[in-house]
């Protein structure tokens, strides 16, 4: 009984079914007081809806969910704020143009007189901070503050405001350097050490074991179990969490020795000392013929950074790149896609997708924007190609006239990488291309990869899960704080992690 | 390649809901007035014989609003406004003007001489000058948006307020009155006992069709006003896309301009086109086009200006003073709003069955 | 000591950029016109700006969160004329102004609510206020109506003379405009009604996230800029002692000029009210300027309030650009 006591959330049996897809099946979770406890699973894992639930913004379909041992409902994140319950998101959901303690405070300044009183309000601020360790000044507009700063903010907001006892982080240190999250991490166990139970979503497992006491994994939609961190090794862990396609782990591994017979031996685009002052540093990039070169390293270190160098959003500041022998000087999309470049960009949602346009006009898009605004494809085209690709990538729609935005996540990536292969590139640049995507169809784009090499392409596949960028490449650069520090051909997954961690 | 039936491809186009209104307005007048629908054909002494009545009046007055919405619908669809339309017609009929009258400038002239039926510069020319000018007015909006990174509504205000004085400029601060017959048929003449103006009005939305339609423009305007970065990412040129939207819209505001100062033979600077920008933007949003952009149709936008109209016509019509116009028209926009608001939207939603695709994100 | 100097500029950068601006318009008129240097001119700024500024204060407000209200002219016309109607029927002034500002909060609080719980666009929202304001005002008189009523006649012809300059008055009206200046800065910067309408224009979601009152918030602004018209459509019908329907026309652009000359962004979050005084100032001094010289027409002023705008814009983006990179 007395273990009930401590649990401070207990959620049993819940269950969450959207529209035909259950992400959620019969997972229990409980959380003790003062404890840190990690939530895991790879994308498509169900540790989102899990938190959205508890937080008010999803209701479950079935389960019961008890907040310091009583039955609780919650209907709203109003209501869950009201039991102790806080989030901080990994978009600080915070106002940029108010003040660092006007952030903190908005909702309950003090007041003198029926004015705000906005000294008190910035000693009181202060004084929550240096509560967490944190020492800086208050009256800085949050948006001119760095990502790590303006989490603090939303971490002292989320205990003033909502009281919480428990505080959710979701994916906190996507943003954060080694310095910033060392700091983070102090913090909470400085909370901890205060009764704050604090629930962290991460992917980054060296930070798991560095921080948490237990973890949560999910796979599936299923809960494979909760363990202490203590007791679990890594190799254990990432069995956990990939479980059954281990098996086609080993597969891959075959099929990628086979490849690399395929690979020309002189690299046809070059980037030497390429670098772009405040997001990439110098470094050197050889991509050949029927090569997949992987790019592994945390959020944030760089890697999206040279994903858009190479297909020209962004201009370099130093360095060369040149293609075939030819210094490329014209930066843009639409230049790099006429000299076979393209990129399937990391937020589908923001720089991806056209939710209003239907399958066939996303897919034929980049190709038409090629061809300028006079060469118009004729509609007979235009639906041989969609139809070509649905089949070829397994999309699931109903029509090629369907829109875009009710496809599910998954769908709608696939759609995105049929854009792109419909440009018919030399060079394919995937950035996170498997986030959000059910394990099966994963298999079948890092399967779908390779064989792109086979045909004579070269890829660029970034992710941040380790495990695939090790299955889908010939060879691995790994990126650190903004660098690129190491680059292997040997697959060894240990060697990889400790350039990842810089140890 | 997948065939939904005509009737239903109609059903859910943009047309459709506009269409609605207007049949619904016209058989309301024809219940109130049944002589409302008569045609007849008169003998014109300048224009021959033609077709007159209250139909044709419609569409004949409503033409230069079917042109101002139809160059606004682009606009709206890259996802901007177009304040300065009504500025632009100023201009453009000052400027027609202006041409015309032999005495330009402030110089002592006979009276004579000011109305006589004659013009300064051939007509041709006159029509050339106009275009001109409007598609320059456009082509600044669009600079100051694509190129400034201004906001729409904020660039498109400076040539709204500044546009008036240049037109004042252009007639020296006078209202011009003109003389020049042939100019005159534009808004006044008959073709095969049609109005002129309708033919302009069907001209221009073939060229819109064609430029729209059978180029990748459409698409990229689409793209452009659903996503803008996206497009950037797909390798549109969105400047261009947006610069092109604009120039389109001051193409049509000068033919627009065209049409009513020759519908009443003058160029005032303070009057001409006044508040058209604000009908402009009602006749898209009746037009099923979304003012934060996407997908347009501007048969749709001309269809809800031809509404925009009729109810005009249909107030005066049913004796309704001329004061009051304006507030029916207020009840008119709460109607239009409330009926694509997103309430309204899915409470039709439950009556007409609709395919759904999986909507939700199974996971992060 | 240096770097909150520093700061101070670019957070404020543009008010004062604005306030420069306005020196500068003001003394070069000066320089050419000699007369225009008499106080007086100064002070009939303010005078013959009054509702402009009254309008353009409630605009601010709700432009700061991330709205915009096209109805001010119209409910300048409506006040104006409904005034002038009721007090030749004999209404006591007494009555008459409070239910004008009834009425302006009202139709403010009305559009609100259609603005928050139907999701109308506030574009399309106001517009329907503008036609039905003016409208209504159009259907109450056709023609301009005198008022003749003794409280308006005596406010009107007062004048209020300013103590240590000689020969230089105001009238009562010109009060309220600074007056109601006053209750904005209080309300931006000492009130968590301000507060809240400063994170709604900055993040609308997150304001929502943070438990604050967005909903109410933005129903209240607009019945503020109500209040707001009201009060400038009364001062408008004393100081022409007059009500008529086409009073007021394109007051809503001016008003938005004067906003975003004065360092206020559409997107709403960054700008003050004070900016916009200045922003009103410029105006009544290109429009003095221009009169003092006598032979630019009028519409000379419309092309300078333009290039004003695009000016400011341009100064605007240079320093949002160099905030971004400090």
């Known amino acids: 009984m007395t273990e009930t006591v401590n649990k401070i959330v207990n959620m049993e049996g819940i269950c969450k079914t959207f529209l035909s897809v259950q992400a959620l099946d019969n997972v229990d979770f409980s959380l003790m007081k003062g404890e840190i406890h990690a939530l895991v699973g790879e994308n498509g ?24 041992g009583q039955k609780e409902v919650i209907r709203s994140t109003q209501n869950a704020q009201a039991l102790g319950i806080s989030t901080v998101y990994q978009e600080i959901n915070l106002c940029p143009h108010l003040s660092m303690a006007e952030n903190i405070l908005i909702g309950r300044e003090p007041h003198k007189f029926g004015f705000i009183d906005k000294k008190a309000m910035n000693a009181e601020a202060t004084e929550i901070l240096r509560g967490l360790g944190v020492d800086m000044d208050v009256t800085l507009q949050l948006g001119n503050c760095s990502v790590a700063v303006q ?82 090794s890594r190799l254990e862990l990432i069995t956990k969490m990939i479980g059954r396609s281990l098996v086609e782990y080993v597969e891959m591994v075959d099929i990628k020795k086979e490849s690399r017979k395929f690979i020309k031996s002189e690299a046809w685009m070059k980037a030497e000392q390429l670098a772009r002052a405040g997001s990439v540093e110098p470094f050197d990039l050889d991509l050949r013929e029927g090569e997949v070169v992987g790019i592994a390293g945390l959020l944030g270190s760089g890697r999206t950074e040279i994903a858009q160098l190479l297909f020209g959003i962004d201009n370099p500041t130093g360095g060369m790149l040149s293609i075939d022998g030819a210094r490329v000087e014209d930066f843009s999309p639409l230049k790099s896609i006429g000299r076979g470049v393209a990129l399937c960009p990391e937020d589908r949602k923001e720089s991806g997708i056209i939710g209003d346009l239907t399958v066939r006009e996303n897919i034929i898009l980049a190709m038409q924007a090629g061809l300028g605004w006079f060469r118009f494809l004729k509609m007979q085209e235009q639906y041989e190609i969609a139809d070509k690709y649905i089949k070829l990538l397994n999309i699931a729609t109903p029509s090629a006239d369907q829109q875009v935005k009710n496809l599910s996540g998954g769908n709608q990536q696939k759609v995105i990488l049929a854009r792109w292969l419909a440009t018919n590139p030399r060079l394919l640049i995937l950035d996170e291309p498997t986030r959000g995507i059910d394990v099966g169809a994963k298999a079948e784009i890092q399967k779908l990869v390779l064989s792109l090499a086979e045909q004579g392409k070269s890829c660029v596949f970034i992710s941040s899960e380790l495990e695939e960028v090790l299955r889908t490449s010939h060879r691995v650069a790994v990126m650190r704080e903004h660098k690129m520090v190491a680059e292997f051909t040997d697959e060894s997954g240990d060697q990889i992690m400790q350039a990842i961690a810089g140890s | 390649m997948n065939q939904k039936s005509l009737f239903k491809r109609f059903r859910e186009s943009q047309i459709f809901w506009p269409l609605v209104a207007w049949i619904i307005i016209l058989v309301f007048n024809a219940i109130i007035d049944p002589t409302f629908f008569r045609l007849g054909i008169i003998q014109d002494p300048t224009y021959g014989k033609h077709l007159y009545g209250n139909l044709v009046d419609i569409f004949n007055n409503g033409a230069p609003l079917m042109l101002v919405a139809i160059g606004m619908t682009l606009v709206i669809a890259t996802g901007g406004i177009d304040l300065s339309v009504g500025a632009v017609i100023a201009i453009s009929a000052a400027m027609g003007a202006v041409l015309i009258n032999p005495a330009l400038g402030n110089k002592l002239i006979s009276n004579e001489i000011l109305t006589k039926n004659a013009t300064n510069t051939p007509l041709t020319i006159i029509i050339l ?10 082509l600044w909006n669009g600079l100051l948006v694509s190129r400034g990174k201004i906001q729409p509504m904020v660039a498109t205000l400076i040539l709204m307020v500044a546009g008036r004085g240049i037109a004042q400029l252009i007639t020296n601060g006078q209202i011009m009155t003109i003389y020049y017959s042939p100019y005159f048929w534009f808004g006044n003449g008959y073709i095969l006992g049609l109005p002129v103006s309708i033919y302009i009005v069907v001209l221009v939305l073939i060229i819109g069709w064609v ?7 459409g698409l990229f305007i689409e793209t452009v006003g659903t996503n803008a970065k996206s497009a950037y990412y797909s ?41 058209y920008e604000l009908d402009a933007i009602l006749a898209v949003v009746m037009g099923g086009t979304l003012m934060t952009g996407g997908r347009f149709n501007l048969l749709a936008s001309a269809i809800g200006a031809v509404v925009i109209w009729t109810f005009t016509v249909t107030v005066y019509h049913l004796g309704v003073p001329a004061n009051a116009l304006l507030a029916a028209k207020a009840i008119l926009v709460l109607v239009v709003v409330l009926l694509y608001s ?22 992060n | 000591m240096k770097h909150r100097i520093n700061r101070f500029l670019i957070q404020n950068g543009g008010v004062l950029l604005t306030f420069v601006v306005f020196l500068t318009v003001f003394f070069v008129g000066g320089r ?26 409630g605009m601010t407000l709700v432009i700061l969160t991330g709205g915009i209200d096209l109805s001010v002219g119209g409910v300048i016309a409506l006040v104006s004329a409904a005034s002038a109607v009721m007090l030749k029927a004999g209404v006591s002034a007494y009555i008459v102004m409070p239910l004008m500002i009834v009425i302006g909060v009202a139709l403010g609080s009305l559009m609100g609510w259609i603005i928050q719980d139907l999701k109308v666009q506030p574009f399309i929202a106001t517009l329907m206020g503008l036609f039905f304001a003016r409208g209504m005002a159009y259907i109450i008189t056709l023609t301009s109506v005198p008022i003749r009523n003794e409280v308006y006649k005596a406010i009107a012809l007062t004048p209020i003379y300013i103590p240590f300059f000689p020969k230089t008055y105001i009238y009562a009206t010109t009060l309220v405009g600074p007056i109601m200046l006053l209750v904005a800065v209080y309300l931006t910067y000492f009130t968590r009604f301000g507060r809240t309408i400063y994170a709604i224009g900055s993040n609308e979601q997150s304001a929502m996230l943070m438990g604050l009152p967005v909903r109410r918030v933005k129903v209240m602004v607009y019945a503020f800029s109500g209040l707001c018209s009201a009060l400038g459509g009364i001062v408008f019908s004393i100081s022409l002692l007059a009500g008529y329907g086409q009073f007021a026309t394109g007051m809503e652009l001016d008003a938005i000029a004067a906003v975003v000359i004065g360092g206020t962004a559409l997107t709403g979050g ?47 983006s240079i320093f949002y650009v160099r905030k971004k990179r400090s």
């Not at chain 1, 205990?159 to 080694?178: G, Q, R």
């Not at chain 2, 000058?129 to 320059?136: E, K, M, V």
């Open chain 1, 45 to 68: 894992a169900g540790k989102s809806t899990l938190i959205k639930i508890l937080t008010g913004v999803e209701q479950p379909d079935a389960g019961i969910i008890m907040i310091n």
């Open chain 1, 151 to 232: 989490q603090m903010a939303a971490i002292a907001r989320a205990l003033e405001i909502a009281n919480a006892k428990v505080l959710v982080l979701d994916e906190p240190t996507s943003s954060l350097d080694a310095n910033e999250t060392a700091q983070l991490f102090t913090v909470m166990r400085r909370l901890k050490g205060e009764g704050v139970s604090i629930i962290f979503i991460t992917h980054f497992l060296n930070q798991i074991y560095e921080v948490a006491d237990r973890i949560t994994v999910l796979r599936n939609g299923k809960l494979v179990g909760t363990y202490d961190v203590k007791s679990l």
């Open chain 2, 129 to 138: 000058a106009d275009l001109l000018a409007g598609t320059l007015c456009g």
């Open chain 2, 211 to 217: 430029l729209v339609r059978k180029t990748s423009i």
């Open chain 2, 235 to 275: 390798g549109i040129n969105e400047k261009n896309v947006k610069l092109f939207a604009y120039m389109f819209c001051g193409f049509c505001g000068a033919i627009a301009g065209l049409i009513l100062s020759s519908y009443v033979h003058s160029a005032d600077g303070n009057n001409n086109g006044l508040n």
């Open chain 2, 342 to 363: 997103d309430y309204m939207r899915r409470f039709i939603n439950r009556f007409t069955p609709k395919r759904r695709g999986a909507e939700h994100e199974t996971s």
């Open chain 3, 32 to 57: 050419l016109y000699p007369t225009m240097q008499k106080p007086q001119v100064f002070f009939n700024l303010f005078i013959n700006d009054s509702s402009l500024l009254l309008v353009a204060i």
């Open chain 3, 270 to 316: 960054v700008g003050n009210v004070i900016g916009t005084l200045f922003g009103v100032l410029i105006h009544g001094t290109i429009v003095s300027v221009l009169q003092f010289n006598g032979t630019l027409s009028s519409w000379w002023t419309r092309i300078a309030v333009g290039i004003l705008t695009l000016l400011a814009i341009g100064a605007q």
